[in-house]
């Protein structure tokens, strides 16, 4: 299944555990196919690189920069497709959006309301981590 993962969702994978680090754990099974962004690698490293996670990095025994290296590695990097203007709330949003669409991903997953309100986007699903898990455990 071909996927990309909000932000948030990557970062709560990296840092804490739980059911998004089962996600990153699948990508690594061969269980799930990951796409990322250039846009969203930096943001990826602008959220890992905030004072309030300074701890957790340091645990880590890694850079930022080499855990989004990592992170990285696990996926396949595209060009964002150029879409217009779709969540006006939260604009960073949209290049999730882009994302998927040049991945031509099945589902994006979020814990982002202003994506999961969308329910989907061109006809690729958009679902949270729970909903995406038990697809995955049923595959």
């Known amino acids: 299944m071909r996927a990309v993962l909000d932000t948030n969702v990557v970062a709560s994978g990296l840092l804490w555990g739980g059911m998004p680090r089962q996600l990153l754990q699948a990508a690594r099974e061969k269980k799930l196919q990951l796409y990322t962004s250039t846009p969203l690698l ?7 690189g ?24 696990l996926t396949t990097v ?34 982002d ?9 061109r006809g690729i699903k958009i679902e949270t981590v729970a909903v995406m898990l038990t697809s995955i455990n049923h595959l």
């Open 113 to 121: 309301r202003h994506l999961l309100d969308l329910k989907e986007y």
């Open 42 to 48: 930096l943001e990826l490293t602008d959220i890992l």
């Open 78 to 111: 595209v060009h964002p497709a150029v879409i217009a203007p779709t969540i006006l709330d939260d604009p960073d949003d949209d290049q999730v959006l882009a994302c998927a669409l040049a991945a031509k991903a099945e589902i994006i997953v979020s814990g």
């Open 50 to 73: 905030r004072a309030k996670f300074a701890r957790k990095i340091a645990v880590a025994q890694l850079s930022v920069d080499q855990i989004v290296e990592h992170y990285a590695l």
